[in-house]
């Protein structure tokens, strides 16, 4: 058994193992070489009747576990969006796990609610955004896109929806044809529907049009519709690409149209005064979503929402049972009145960790050479002929393929893309994912890991570039 007695012991062992393992990351696979099923038949099949001794437990998981884990820390870890671990973070987890505390009213952990406030405040410094808006912390993105839609159609609907459910009202959300899949899950979740979430089509940036918005709107109030939320994207998921806050929260003023911004993954680099221009020259946003766990060296998760009406995300959430209720309700904010979970757990220690241990400039200072190094990528790129660049360096992201020379069919480049994209991968050393863009499979590579050095990715490119190399000798495919 593991007890208070043994507690010390165990802890230094497994403290040793951790620091050993930042230390060694960087010489781990980045994935594992395992096919469905190696780990399973491993385990046991039935839970143990007698209690088992650490260092059996510790050692499957060293044999066991381990081998079976991609490492989304590694500094060859460019796929999808890295998490954002840190070491402040880490301590953070620790210190939250060993509390175990329920955040979910004032009363059940005042001090994890008030320095919920208090870093939401320094947040919303650190980004620039307006001040009326009032931050809370949500597990995902995912469920803060969905709280802002819930939000939008209970303010449009004056709260019946939440009471009656839909009584015949036809109720319309758009977004770009980039924007995220949890835009889609929400509209099926909130019973609006996902025909009803118009996709609207993005120009050579990827960015929403404008013009095509407002027709869609008009279309829709025409044919006796409600529309009721437009959500932007500020950094799509595929290419992090930027719709134009300004153009499409003056067509949502002009309809009076709730205007919430996924800012899941570019939000972060909002601490840089150069970025936040691009969201600046509008203020009227109704609701802003971004994950600290993806660029803000925070563990996952940790998601910020932040909201300018704060009466009516309570009014649309809140429910009081009498096991909830407490003395101080007029006096306090219970943030488990303004989530969609009634329990909470503590990831405010994170972010407070994180941005006191860091101070802005150094997150600042990490982010710009995020950025800088995809930009020094692209020039690499750009030298090789039979490597095309897809979409060049916006942030700290770009996309590429594998054109050779003559090969233009574009049914033979993309076998020939996800063909090159395995090989990559099953190296081990490097990790990639892919998109598809106008029809075309592109492999994606992000530049976001928080311990990324500059010789990560150059290591990790000239492995690629290798790949490549040989994929073309090999002639195959073409
Ligand atoms: C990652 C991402 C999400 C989803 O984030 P979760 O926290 O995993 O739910 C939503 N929107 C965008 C733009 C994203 O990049």
Excluded at 251 to 266: E, P, R, V
Excluded at 334 to 342: A, E, G, P
Aim: negative net charge; aromatic residues 10%.
């Amino acid at each position: 058994m593991i007890d208070t007695d043994n507690l010390q012991e165990i802890l230094s062992e497994v403290s040793q193992w951790m620091v050993n393992y930042y230390k060694n990351l960087p010489s781990y696979p980045v994935t594992p070489d395992v096919q469905p099923g190696d780990i399973s038949k491993q385990l046991a099949n039935t839970p143990p009747e007698q209690s088992e001794s650490f260092k059996d437990i510790f050692s499957d998981f060293n044999s066991i576990i381990m081998p079976g884990m991609t490492h989304w820390q590694h500094p060859k870890f460019f796929a999808y969006f890295p998490v954002g671990g840190s070491l402040p973070s880490l301590i953070a987890e620790i210190l939250m796990a060993t509390l175990s505390p329920q955040c979910m009213l004032w009363t059940t952990s005042p001090a994890a609610n008030e320095l919920e406030t208090s870093v939401m405040k320094w947040l919303q410094k650190m980004l620039g955004l307006p001040e009326e808006m009032v931050g809370m912390i949500q597990d995902t993105a995912s469920i803060s896109n969905l709280t802002a839609i819930m939000c939008a159609r209970e303010t449009l609907s004056n709260y019946a929806i939440n009471k009656e459910g839909f009584q015949g009202q036809h109720y319309t959300v758009y977004c770009s044809t980039e924007a995220h899949s949890s835009i889609d899950q929400a509209e099926k979740i909130l019973g609006i529907g996902t025909n009803n979430l118009r996709k609207i089509p993005v120009d050579d940036e990827f960015a929403m049009k404008p013009t095509e918005l407002a027709a869609a709107i008009e279309k829709d109030i025409k044919n006796g519709l409600s529309p009721c939320c437009v959500v932007a994207t500020f950094g799509t998921t595929s290419t992090v690409g930027v719709d134009p806050i300004k153009e499409i929260g003056e067509i949502c003023d002009h309809y009076n149209i709730w205007l919430h911004i996924d800012a899941a993954y570019l939000g972060s680099a909002l601490i840089l005064p150069e970025v936040r221009q691009l969201i600046n020259k509008y203020k009227n946003v109704n609701s802003f979503v971004f994950n600290a766990h993806k660029w803000l060296f925070t563990h996952f998760d940790c998601s910020v929402y932040f909201v300018r009406d704060k009466a009516a995300l309570m009014k649309t959430l809140m429910l009081k049972p009498a096991y909830l209720k407490t003395h101080l309700d007029s006096k306090v904010t219970h943030y488990s009145d303004m989530s969609i979970q009634l329990g909470r757990r503590f990831r405010a220690l994170k972010l407070w960790f994180v941005i006191r241990s860091f101070g802005v400039k150094q997150m600042q200072h990490i982010i710009r050479q995020h950025i800088q190094w995809a930009k020094e990528l692209e020039q690499i790129i750009r030298k090789i002929d039979f490597i095309e660049i897809c979409t060049p360096a916006k942030f700290n992201v770009l996309t590429f393929r594998l054109h050779p020379l003559g090969a233009d069919d574009e049914d033979r480049l993309n076998q020939l893309n996800d063909y090159f994209l395995q090989k990559i991968n099953e190296t081990h050393k490097i990790f990639l994912s892919h998109t598809e863009l106008h029809g075309r499979f592109v492999l994606r590579i992000v530049l976001g890991q928080t311990f990324m050095r500059a010789e990560d990715y150059l290591e990790g490119w000239s492995i690629i570039h290798g790949i490549a190399k040989e994929i073309i000798a090999e002639n195959k495919l073409i």
